[in-house]
Nanobody, 127 residues
Framework: VQLQASGGGLVQPGGSLRLSCAVS????????TAWFRQAPGKEKSFVAAQNSVWRGGNIGYADSVKGRFTISRDSTKNTVYLQMNMLRPEDTAVYYC???????????????????WGPGTLVTVSS
């Protein structure tokens, strides 16, 4: 399974960015997908996740991004998105997309629960 994240960059506080993660076609509908981030000097942390279509596609967010970030997927493009609005300096981090074929009715928020990772994309929120 291959994952490729893109869309990072420099944005001012209050601005928006949309990250994209291209997922191998065979995994797209059967895998749960997620976004994590790692800020400088900190451990990787959960941002958002969506269960597989077969598991109902339920979604979960970290408390720190609820109401500002939206995870979604486009099955015609085999792509998962993270729309980030009202960005804050504390959102600065390298963002990673991840996927797992392991099924669960609940949202997985631990990085060890994901088997496949793409290279990160840097998001910098600064004036």
């Amino acid at each position: 399974v291959q994952l490729q994240a893109s869309g990072g960059g420099l944005v001012q506080p209050g601005g928006s960015l949309r990250l994209s993660c291209a997922v191998s076609k065979r995994a797209f509908n059967t895998y749960a997908t997620a976004w994590f981030r790692q800020a400088p000097g900190k451990e990787k942390s959960f941002v958002a996740a969506q269960n597989s279509v077969w598991r109902g596609g339920n979604i979960g967010y970290a408390d720190s991004v609820k109401g500002r970030f939206t995870i979604s997927r486009d099955s015609t493009k085999n792509t998962v998105y993270l729309q980030m609005n009202m960005l804050r300096p504390e959102d600065t981090a390298v963002y990673y997309c991840a996927a797992t074929p392991r099924t669960s009715s609940s949202i997985r928020e631990r990085d060890v629960d994901y088997d496949y990772w793409g290279p990160g994309t840097l998001v910098t929120v600064s004036s």
